[in-house]
């Protein structure tokens, strides 16, 4: 995943003020700190996993016998 997705990505974890909001001086509850990253992390994570499921990939190779097996 290239960067630019990581920092959108990010942005949008932390809910970066709009426009609206820079008349006000707003402070975060609570610092950036273990819980922050660890909840970013698994987001990446998932996002990693749902961009590789939708990736083509190749069908595994299917053993031979049992697709030519004859039925008498």
Known sequence: IGHPFV??????????????DTGEISSPERPLG???FRRAVRYLE????????AAPQPPPP??????HQQHH
């Open 46 to 53: 998932a996002a990693q996993a749902a961009a590789a499921a």
């Open 34 to 36: 273990y819980t922050y």
């Open 7 to 20: 920092i959108t990505t990010l942005c949008r974890l932390r809910e970066v003020p709009t426009e609206e």
């Open 62 to 67: 299917a053993p031979h016998h049992q697709h």
